[in-house]
């Protein structure tokens, strides 16, 4: 069986990790295939939102020791670096991560290392009570090099980076609701269920207006207010498609919009 699960239903792509027997870790069979995943969920107009989880009692458990990192540390040509560092592990922790395209992390169990650093390259997260949150690699002679130490910073500040980078210590996940790292943690069993409404909540809207957004969050993260206001503004004005706005109005104007199953309907 494939080591990356990969199944597309109802606009949604389901991507499950599926090393359990290795907490899911990424060795370099699963690198690849996560690559070409979010190329094919990236280029596919059928699907419109991802879901991403681990088989088994971990999220991911981060690069395999014994067989992804020592080839990165015994080759260190500047090819070689310059591949690592354009790419990023799973590809969109770094090289494919303007898919603009919502991503959400079921996180199952742990989501450890590059675990971590996969976790928040999704765009939402809701967490298993179960789940646990740790950077480790200062225990192993390196820190986070594929976007953990960045997105940890942007995400939860700087406080909890440094908490969590130089005491390599893991939280559990009510301390990550509590730093903003995850925006629900709920029970178990009902994990993918959620990631489910989630992924309804998102669908029920212009996919032109949610991929603009998300463009936008990305492109002014760090960024001086004026050009943070003046990006916001033009991405807002040009994102919309006249006649998708207008029918949208309309229904909204009559109370015809339905919404999407188990989506709650807000009327103002």
């Not at 458990?61 to 070689?80: H, M, V």
């Not at 130089?166 to 996940?173: M, S």
């Not at 029920?204 to 916001?232: H, M, W, Y």
Request: glycine share 8%; with cysteine; charged share 25%.
């Amino acid at each position: 069986m494939s080591k990356v699960l990969y199944e597309k239903r109802d606009r949604v792509a389901y991507v499950t990790i599926n090393r359990p027997e290795a907490r899911n870790a990424i060795d370099p069979d699963v690198h690849r295939l996560m690559v070409e995943t979010w190329a094919d969920f990236r280029d596919d107009d059928s699907v419109d939102v991802a879901i991403l989880t681990g088989k088994g009692e971990a999220f991911c458990a981060g690069a395999d020791l014994r067989t992804y990192i020592p080839p990165i540390i015994e080759d260190g040509s500047a090819g070689r670096l310059r591949e690592i560092v354009e790419l990023g592990l799973n590809g969109f922790t770094r090289g494919m991560h303007r898919i603009y395209k919502p991503i959400i992390g079921a996180i199952n169990g742990w989501a450890l290392a590059g675990g971590l650093e996969t976790a928040m390259a999704c765009d939402i997260r809701v967490a298993s009570e179960r789940a646990m949150f740790g950077s480790f690699e200062a225990r192993r002679g390196f820190h986070h090099g594929d976007g953990g130490l960045v997105r940890l910073v942007n995400t939860c500040g700087v406080g909890v980076a440094m908490q969590m980078l130089l005491t390599a210590e893991p939280i559990d996940a009510q301390r990550a609701l509590q730093c903003n790292m995850v925006s629900k943690v709920v029970p178990h069993e009902k994990l993918i269920e959620e990631a489910e409404l989630v992924a309804d909540q998102i669908l029920r809207n212009s996919q032109a207006a949610v991929r603009s957004a998300k463009q936008t969050i990305l492109d002014v993260i760090g960024q001086p207010l004026d050009f943070q206001l003046r990006t916001e503004a033009w991405n807002a004005y040009t994102c919309a498609d006249p006649e998708e706005t207008k029918a949208l109005l309309e229904r909204f104007y009559e109370k015809t919009d339905p919404g999407r199953a188990g989506t709650h309907q807000t009327e103002l």
